[in-house]
């Protein structure tokens, strides 16, 4: 079965990462998940909770898969790996920097760099504001070369009730590329396009 990477930074949202780890298991698809040291320590403060509470709980799915930051080894550093596609979220601008130079210096790095050489498809959600004009430049390279770039930005025209539905939202368009159109949509409401209408 092919894999999903995910990668988990250091910036804030990780209740997203969260969510999507669940969709992607609810939906039949194998994760690999790396998730790097600041993460684990924002995911502390913002979950209230350690990951390994996550991990434990994802760990009985037999299509979840963890490796350690500084695992350079793992099967997924390699592009012989059957592999579908990674996701990074949150992605810190950091990572972004460190994936636009080709610096592989850790497992989620490696795992990037292996995915856009082999033109598999990555998805950063980027995690800053303001944007600088270096985070905008190397965000612009990632683009240039075919990385999915988004930002936690609420679909406001959706009318969210909860941080529940923003959250839901945003994994939502993260795992598009992995998951069946149908079943991205979500059942509490319809994705539309929202119009540029002044």
């Known amino acids: 079965m092919p894999t999903v990477i995910v990668g988990i930074t250091g910036g804030s949202g990780v209740i997203i990462s969260k969510k999507i780890v669940d969709l992607l298991l609810e939906n039949g698809i194998s994760v690999a998940m790396i998730c790097s040291n600041a993460a684990k320590q924002v995911w502390m403060q913002e979950m209230k909770e350690p990951i390994s509470e996550s991990i434990n709980e994802w760990n009985q799915n037999p299509n979840f898969t963890q490796y350690a930051v500084n695992q350079i080894g793992a099967p997924i550093a390699s592009g012989t790996h059957n592999v579908k596609g990674m996701i990074i ?20 790095r490696r795992a990037a760099d292996v995915t856009i050489k082999e033109g598999r498809p990555l998805t950063i959600m980027a995690r800053e504001t303001p944007l600088s004009t270096i985070h905008l430049r190397n965000l612009k390279d990632l683009s240039e070369l075919g990385v999915t770039v988004q930002v936690p930005a609420p679909a406001f025209y ?30 509490e409401f319809e994705y539309t396009q929202g119009t540029d209408e002044q």
């Open 89 to 108: 979220a949150p992605c810190s601008m950091s990572t972004a920097a460190a994936i636009s130079q080709g610096l592989s210096d850790n497992l989620i």
């Open 158 to 187: 959706l009318d969210p009730k909860s941080i529940d539905d923003i959250t839901d939202y945003l994994a939502r368009k993260a795992i598009t590329a992995f998951v069946p159109q149908e079943n991205v949509l979500s059942e």
